[in-house]
């Protein structure tokens, strides 16, 4: 899908972070990995294996959102790579 910003591993600094955000504070070094969301249910979520999720996991890059955690789940969001 265009546009794509091509890259699947990000880095970046802490901007905002949600009430319930425990690890990290505004202004902390961040990387991501090629994985953004998952369905955070399944078994193999649930021991820390979201790369092999029942339901299938989310790339950074021009993957469809599936679970609503990297936006609105209509069928119609792709992720933009970084």
């Known amino acids: 899908m265009y546009p794509l910003v091509p890259g699947h591993e990000l880095s ?3 901007e905002k972070v949600g009430k ?3 690890e990290f504070k505004v202004g902390d070094k961040i ?3 090629c994985i953004v969301e998952s369905c955070l249910k399944c078994n193999n979520c649930n021991i820390g294996r979201e790369q092999l999720c029942d339901n299938h996991f ?3 890059y021009n993957t469809i959102v ?3 955690l990297q936006g ?3 069928g119609k969001n ?3 790579g970084g």
């Open 12 to 14: 970046g600094i802490v």
């Open 20 to 22: 319930n955000v425990t």
């Open 31 to 33: 990387g991501v990995g």
């Open 58 to 60: 989310t790339h950074t």
């Open 66 to 68: 599936r679970h609503g």
């Open 72 to 74: 609105v789940n209509d």
């Open 78 to 80: 792709y992720t933009l």
